[in-house]
């Protein structure tokens, strides 16, 4: 019975970890040259990859700016794969993205 126990416990620790996403990194608020790994549309949330090699996770807010060839874009224009540059402010464990500028 305990193992029984000790198992199911051990399952659900295991999908719990494993279901949380993305490993993420924390920077300070700055600009950052990266390339999108991920675009989750339905949550209007990109993952960016720096040049150093941390991932950022963003949030598209109300008040980010998304361009390309200096031209207001929507969301729908930003794939996997693209060169960005990121402006972003950190908000106590968040980073909120101001201008995400599409560079391809």
């Known amino acids: 019975m305990k193992n029984t126990l000790l198992i199911a416990l051990l399952t659900s620790l295991l999908i719990a970890f494993t279901s949380c996403g993305h490993q993420t990194d924390a920077v300070e608020s700055g600009t950052y040259d990266g390339t ?3 675009v989750e549309a339905e949550k209007s949330e ?4 720096t040049k150093d090699g941390k991932t950022l996770e ?3 807010i109300e008040k980010t700016r998304l361009t ?12 996997e794969g693209q060169k960005v540059t990121v ?4 908000v106590g464990k ?3 993205p101001l201008k995400v500028q599409i560079k391809e």
């Open 58 to 60: 963003l949030y598209f």
């Open 94 to 96: 968040r980073l909120d």
């Open 46 to 49: 990109i993952y960016v990859e």
């Open 68 to 79: 390309k060839n200096g031209e207001v874009v929507e969301f729908s224009a930003l794939k």
């Open 87 to 90: 402006k972003v402010e950190k």
């Open 36 to 38: 999108v790994k991920e």
